[in-house]
């Protein structure tokens, strides 16, 4: 019997590539650098600023101090962190079905806490969210299960009641060393839907709303 539903944030509950893409585009136009269209930098999203440098820099990367990049990026994103991002369709019906069948939501994602807080709190749909576990909360983010657990403990529910839902391979594998329901939301960030069903979660969903049917 699921009692709760954990999600991850970015390509999960919320769009946030286009903030992010802008981030990544105003490091490069400072740097003499043409921008990156979506179709470039919204596949990297899931994996950090690392991967976004990656995309947008090349092999120029090394060429630059990567710190200071990384920098410039959080330090735009975070100033403009909700000017574009909005939740996916579905999910605020999803979080409402949930609500009104008593199901427990949380929240765990790897983004740091000085950049989620003030992002939900931005976000109508999830402003109300209680259960927030970032990847600072503790000493290890995921793919390590420690997050989860954590975020399972805080929500008193067990572990094995849970789902989880991502869409990064990480995602997959922490839900699964967490004793949890695995979830692939295949309307995320995933590099494509074939790579993603190679994760083999225990559900792949297309659609938020479609979660319903499994609870």
Known sequence: MIQAVIFDLDGTLLNTCDDLGAALNHTLESHGLPPVTKEVYSPAISNGVKALLE????????????????QSVL????????????CF????QLLDTLNSRGIKIGI????????????????????NIEVVVCGDTLDEAKPSPKPLLHAAQQLAVNPQHCFYVGDAARDIE?????NMRSVAALWGYVPSQEIALSWDADLNLTNPESLIAHI
């Open 55 to 70: 995309v947008g820099f090349k092999d120029t990367l090394l060429m630059h101090d990567e710190q200071l990049l990384r």
């Open 89 to 92: 369709a579905g999910i605020a």
């Open 75 to 86: 330090d735009y994103y975070a100033n403009n962190i909700a000017v574009y991002s909005h």
């Open 108 to 127: 765990m994602t790897n983004k740091p806490t000085f950049l989620t807080l003030p992002l939900l709190e931005r976000i109508e749909e999830l402003k």
């Open 174 to 178: 922490a839900a699964k060393a967490a």
